[in-house]
Structures are given as C-alpha cells and as structure tokens.
Nanobody
Framework: QVQLVESGGGLVQAGGSLRLSCAASGSIFSINVMGWYRQVPGNQRELVATITSGGTINYADSVKGRFTISRDNAKNTVYLQMNSLKPEDTAVYYC?????????????WGQGTQVTVSS
C-alpha cells in the first residue's frame, strides 16, 4: 500500500500563485509516476501534469507555461507550482501515484485539495 498526503491548496486571486505538495509513503518502488489531476463537480477528473521517477514530464495543454511539476525522489514528494492562475483552474486537485510490480499496476490517489481562484 502507498499513502499520499497532499497540502498547499487554498484561495487565491486570478494571476496569483499556489504550490501544491504530495508526499508518498509505504511500499514504494523506485520506478514510478507521480502526478496531479483535477476535477470540477459534474466533470470528469482530468490530467494536469505527471512526472516519472526518471524525470519525464507531461503537461495538459491548458497549464503549459503556467504550471511546473517537480519531484524529490529522496523524499518521494511531488510538487506543483501554479503561476498565473485563472478562475478556470478552480477545482479539487488530486495527487496520483502509479507503479508497476511485475505485471500488476498499482494506482493510488490522495484525498484532494481545493484550489479556488477568484476573478
């Protein structure tokens, strides 16, 4: 099992910045993917950004140039620096952890943290 603890959400004005953190603990293997997804009530959860343990990064087009994902492998922690925030970034942000053990895929989610951007 892997546990994820998120922090850093809140309320910010448009144009402002927030930084999210997610620390993973438990049965973690060295090769994994950590990332952030977000969800607005009534909509599907959508990808924001992911980063592999090797440093490969993927961003949703809507956040490219504004958000930066990074990780500290020694701390099993992933960060999401969100700049130039827009009201449409308002959502619950979920940390995601994925790893493969043999042929078995393990996926874990954090509890979610609310990000609200006021106009």
């Amino acid at each position: 099992q892997v546990q994820l603890v998120e922090s850093g959400g809140g309320l910010v004005q448009a144009g402002g910045s927030l930084r999210l953190s997610c620390a993973a603990s438990g049965s973690i293997f060295s090769i994994n993917v950590m990332g952030w997804y977000r969800q607005v009530p009534g909509n599907q959860r959508e990808l924001v950004a992911t980063i592999t343990s090797g440093g490969t990064i993927n961003y949703a087009d809507s956040v490219k140039g504004r958000f930066t994902i990074s990780r500290d492998n020694a701390k099993n922690t992933v960060y999401l620096q969100m700049n130039s925030l827009k009201p449409e970034d308002t959502a619950v942000y979920y940390c995601n952890f994925l790893q493969f053990i043999a042929t078995s895929k393990q996926v874990y989610w954090g509890q979610g943290t609310q990000v609200t951007v006021s106009s």
